[in-house]
């Protein structure tokens, strides 16, 4: 493909002083020109050159093939760059040009033409294309945690379109690269189904979010998820729970005792179940009830799959309709979220979760941050980051492939989180995780972007630690077994000042280079942290332990002091004058 950098530079010289923008705006004009053979004079009014932004870079409506195009161009190789631009589609494009807005002049001249070409043309298209055009991999902007999410969202609003033509559209999401690779998505199912809520309320939020609730038939909640699949549940915290766990186990006799055994009547199941929860891009009221538009499911995924595979396991049996025609009479709660963004319905989920069993750090896998850094890890080092439990085991050797995942371990988001804070010595915190991700402030002060701009692989050094710190603490006990008895018991602080020795180590890049690259710990590894372990960790502890108040602790078995962070400050302090280590975090260039 022949677009070069010298030419958008040259087009942009030769036309800022009509049309202003960026030298990067003339990308687009150019892949116009070159690729649908668009005038120059028509192409000009077809991208955008400054103005308000709406998440669209420029359009093109091919007449022979009924298509319409919407892009983005980003002259670079770096598909992270599309993050910022799909995110103000989402939240501002899609209501501009399909929704409230979309009979309305706009703040930009190029999507005023675009809304131009749509009302004059609205009969003639069939298919709307979303390219995202660039200069990397397409593979790579595929398989990010960030983009998939982001890409999910568009599809769930594809109903707009479908309302803006008054007809089921086709909706094709492609990347798109100059070299020519192509990676695309066809939507063509808005997922719309009917549901029967009876004893209907509703409430509103406080900020123009709908809640509807009633009480609704589980099988047809199971229905839905037949024909989604997994997309049923991609707001949901986790993939499953054991499927002989105790939740599980309890479900399976419920729908057995109403199915099989005839011992427990549906009518039941509503007074013993916590209900479902789902949100939804719509809820309209119809004669026989409502009809919801894309719903995921935000709790109760184990009801579903719990039943899902008790269907399936009982459909050999001569009475299994019978055995649906039981279970067709189970109801329980739903609460229909509508007009809600994604930080609402990740609260909501979260709140929405706790009757399980359920660990407070699950509750966040689909925060931004935590997308954020499975995609940091997998396109960094190859190494997947399971922020759903239960998630890494679930993907096949192929899945692996395709998402470019080279480890045979995952980064847990638990053991993640306190490598933050071990390397922060947040002692404190450390010993209470469950709170830590239940406290918003303390959360977003150990996961917050700052985290995204450090080498991963200084992260991993650090991370590897834990799994050894009985054998470190053991190497410390063998140079006095008497005066280190005490070692034992501030693995936490051993894990902090090993951190601190990582990250202060002058051959830090040698080292991230050697054992950073991967979750193994090999002997040479091992050898390299015993070092740090029984050098100057080992000494920095024993002035910790030689301070009168800490030496009388020590004779009185009382070992609170090693898990402050007023006792990592003091090892920092030492650390700082005889080492000159200075405190280095995990976060920001340094």
């Not at 028509?42 to 050159?49: E, K, S, T, W």
């Not at 595929?142 to 559209?169: F, I, P, Q, T, Y």
């Not at 004893?199 to 939020?205: N, P, Y």
């Not at 799959?305 to 039981?326: G, L, N, V």
């Amino acid at each position: 493909m022949r677009i070069t950098e010298e030419q958008i530079r040259s087009a942009h010289k030769a036309l800022k002083n009509e049309n202003g923008g960026a030298w990067q705006d003339y990308f687009g004009l150019l892949f116009l020109e070159e690729f649908h053979k668009v005038p120059r004079e028509q192409a000009l009014h077809q991208v955008a050159f400054g103005g308000e932004d709406y998440g669209f870079d420029g359009f093109h409506f091919d007449k022979a093939k009924r298509n319409l195009y919407l892009f983005q161009f980003k002259w670079s190789n770096d598909h992270e760059q599309f993050k910022p631009g799909f995110r103000t589609l989402l939240e501002h494009g899609m209501s501009e040009v399909f929704g409230v807005n979309s009979d309305h002049r706009s703040r930009n001249a190029m999507v005023n033409n675009l809304k131009a070409v749509l009302r004059d043309n609205r009969s003639r298209i069939d298919q709307v294309n979303f390219h995202f055009v660039f200069t990397g991999e397409p593979e790579k902007a595929e398989n990010s945690s960030v983009l998939g999410a982001l890409r999910e969202d568009l599809e769930n609003r594809k109903h707009m379109l479908d309302e803006w033509w008054g007809k089921e559209m086709s909706m094709v999401i492609e990347y798109r690269s100059l070299s020519g690779k192509r990676s695309h998505f066809v939507v063509d199912k808005t997922h719309e189904y009917p549901l029967k809520l009876s004893g209907s309320l509703a409430k509103d939020g406080p900020d123009g979010q709908q809640m509807v609730i009633g009480m609704g038939r589980l099988y047809d909640i199971y229905s839905m998820f037949r024909q989604m699949g997994s997309r049923f549940f991609e707001r949901n915290i986790r993939h499953s729970l054991p499927e002989d766990g105790s939740v599980n186990r309890v479900l399976q006799k419920a729908f057995r005792d109403i199915g099989i055994d005839k011992k427990l009547d549906p009518a039941m199941f509503a007074f013993n179940h916590n209900g479902v929860t789902f949100s939804a891009q719509k809820l309209e009221e119809t004669d026989n009830g409502y009809r919801i538009t894309e719903p995921r499911l935000l709790n109760g995924a184990q009801t579903i799959t719990t039943m899902a595979r008790f269907i399936e396991r009982s459909k050999s049996r001569d009475d299994i309709e019978t055995i649906k025609d039981r279970l067709k009479r189970i109801e329980v709660i739903c609460k229909v979220i509508t007009h809600a963004d994604d930080p609402f319905i990740t609260t909501v989920t979260i709140n929405n979760n706790r009757q399980n069993p359920v660990d407070s750090w699950n509750l966040r896998a689909n925060d931004q941050i935590q997308l954020e850094l499975s995609d940091h890890f997998r396109t960094k080092l190859g190494i997947y980051y399971e922020r759903q439990q239960r998630a890494f085991e679930g993907l096949t050797e192929e899945e692996r492939d395709e998402q470019g995942i080279t480890d045979d371990k995952a980064i847990q988001m638990l053991k993640l989180a306190q490598t933050f804070l071990a390397s922060e010595g947040e002692l404190v915190v450390m010993r209470s995780m469950r709170k830590a991700f239940e406290e918003d402030k303390q959360y977003e002060a150990i996961f917050h972007t700052r985290r995204l701009e450090v080498d991963p692989r200084y992260v991993v050094l650090c991370y590897k630690v834990q799994f050894r710190l009985p054998l470190l603490t053991r190497s410390i006990l063998e140079r006095g077994e008497n005066k280190y008895s005490f070692v034992g018991r501030g693995r936490h602080l051993l894990w902090a000042l090993m951190c601190q020795a990582i990250l202060n180590d002058k051959d830090l890049h040698k080292m991230a280079e050697r054992y950073g690259q991967d979750l193994a710990i090999s002997a040479n590894y091992m050898q390299y942290i015993s070092g740090l372990a029984t050098g100057a960790c080992r000494a920095l502890l024993s002035e910790l332990v030689e301070q009168e108040a800490n030496a009388e602790a020590v004779k009185n078995n009382e070992f609170n002091f090693l898990r402050s962070k007023q006792s990592f400050d003091f090892c920092m302090e030492v650390a700082a004058r005889k080492y000159g280590w200075e405190k280095r975090k995990l976060s920001g260039h340094w």
